[in-house]
C-alpha cells in the first residue's frame, strides 16, 4: 500500500528554528530515513527548494508560459515529501506520527489511488 | 579488488568494442562480467589474467544476450554470431597495450554530443568509471530505475546516432575533448558542491573526477587544460578536510583552519599547475587551478595576494567571458580596491539572464555590502541567497549569516 506524506513550511518557520536545534533535527530526520529504508518501507524523501524558486507553468493555445512562484496562493507550501510502501494506512500513520517534524506542527498522510488499500 | 575491477572495465569494453561495435549490448555484457567477478573471485581466488577472465566472461554474456534477443536484434547477431564461436574463448592476447587509446576513444564516446550533459555524465560513470547502475544513481540521489532508464536511452541514442567506436575526425577532436573535461568537471563538482541532500560532500564523485582526469591527462600529456583541470581539482579538493565542522555545517574559505588542508595535493596541483600555464596556450581551468593556487599557498585570508587573484580573474573574464567569472573577479576587486568597485561590477552581470537570481550573486553582495558596513542590507542579501539555494548546508549557512548580522553579532573572524 502506498502513501504519500507531505511537510509544509514556509521561510518563517524555518526561520523560527534556533542553530543549535536544526543540527538536531536534520540528525533526527537523517536517522528516520534510514531506519525506514533499511525496512523497505521509505521509497524516497524529497526536500524542495524555497517558494521564491518554484515555477507554475500555464499552456493557452498551446502557448506555454511560466511564471514565477507557486501555483496556490499560501502562507504554507510544500517543503518536503516522502513516499511509504507499507503494510496498511495503520502502518503509515505509525510511522508518520514518528517523523520528527510531526512533533512541531504536523504531517499529511494521502493514499496514492489504485497504490493504497481502502480505509475499512 | 573493487579498484582492479574498476581500473580494468574500459580495457574490457573497449575489447569488445573493437570486435563487436554495439555500445548498447557490450556494455551490458561487461557489466554482468563485473558482477560475476565480484561474487566470484573471492571465493576461488584472483585469476591469473583478470582482464582476459573478464573478456572471455563478457564475449560470453554478449553471445547470451544477442541469442537470447536475437529476433528483435537480428544486426547484432550478425555481427557476434559472424566470428566464429573460438573467437570468444581464445585466450586474450590483443588487449594489452592498447588500453591507452582505448579508454580515450571510450571517453570521446561517452561524452558524444547528441548526449545532454546529465546522460554523458552518467554513461562515463558507468562505462569509463566502472561504477554499476545503483552506485550512479545513489550519487544523484535518484531512484535506480530512472537511471538505468536514463543510461539505456543514452546508449540507444550513440546507437542513433551511428557513432563509432573510433577518432573522431581531426576538426572535431579539440571540441569533443572539452565536452570530455567538462563532464569530469561536472562529476567533480557534483561530489564537492552537492546541489542536492544533505551532505555537502561527496567524496566518491570527487575522487572518481580526480582519477578519470588522471587517466585523460596520462593519454594527453601535453594538453595544457587537462593539466589544468587536474590542478583545478585537485587544489579545490585539498581544502576539503577543512571545509565543514564535524557535522557537516560549511566553513567559509576565511574561516577555514589551513592547517588541515591537503598539503601533498596542494604541492601536486601548483605543480601541474605551473607546468600547464608555461606549456600554454593558456585556458579557463588553468587560470581557474592558477587563483585556487594562490588561495592554497596563502597563509591567510588577508596574506592572500588579492591583485594577482585580481588580475587572473581579468584574464579569465577575457579568455572565457562568463558572468560567474565576473561575480569572482568582484570579490577580488573589492580585496584590491575596496568593496565599492565589487559592487559596481556585480551590478554590472545582475540583469545577465545566466546568472539573474542566482543564490551566489545574493550571497557574494551580502559579503561586499558586509565589507561596506551595512549590515542590514547584507543580512537581506544573505537571507535572499539562502532561499534560492537548494543545497541544504548551503542554506543553513546562508541563513545563519543574515541571523548573525540582524543580531548585530558579527563574528569578525568570519570576514
Known sequence: ?120 | MEDLLRRLTPQVLAALLRRHGALDLCEDAVQEALAAAAADWPVKGLPDNPQGWLVTVARRRLVDLVRSDAARRRREERIVLGAPPSEFLQHIDDVEGSGRDDTLLLLLLCCHPELTPPSQVALTLRAVGGLTTAEIAAAFFVPEATMAQRISRAKQRIRDAGASFAMPPPEQLESRLRAVMHVLYLVFNEGYTTNSGPDIHRPDLTREAIRLTRELLRLRPDDAEVEGLLALMLLTDARRPARTTPQGELIPLAAQDRARWNQDAIREGVDLVTAALRRGPIGAYQLQAAVAAVHDEAPSTEETDWAQVLALYETLDRVSPNPMATVNRAVAAAMVHGPSSGLDLLASVETDERIAGHHLLFAVRGHLLDMAGDALGAAESFSEAARRTNSAPEKRYLAGRARDLRAGAVDPSRH
Open chain 1, 1 to 120: 500500500m502506498k502513501y504519500m506524506v507531505i511537510i509544509y513550511g514556509n521561510k518563517d518557520l524555518w526561520a523560527s528554528f534556533p542553530p543549535e536545534e536544526a543540527g538536531r533535527a536534520i540528525a533526527e530526520v537523517n536517522a528516520f530515513n534510514r531506519r525506514y529504508a533499511e525496512s523497505g518501507e521509505l521509497l524516497g524523501a524529497y526536500g524542495l527548494g524555497d517558494e521564491l524558486t518554484a515555477k507554475t507553468v500555464r499552456v493557452r493555445d498551446g502557448v506555454p508560459a511560466v511564471t514565477d512562484g507557486p501555483y496556490l496562493e499560501a502562507k504554507e507550501f510544500v517543503s518536503s515529501f516522502f513516499f511509504l510502501d507499507c503494510e496498511d494506512e495503520a502502518r503509515a500513520l505509525e510511522i508518520a506520527a514518528e517523523y520528527p517534524f510531526a512533533s512541531h506542527s504536523a504531517v499529511e498522510v494521502w493514499p496514492v489511488l489504485h497504490e493504497a488499500g481502502t480505509a475499512m
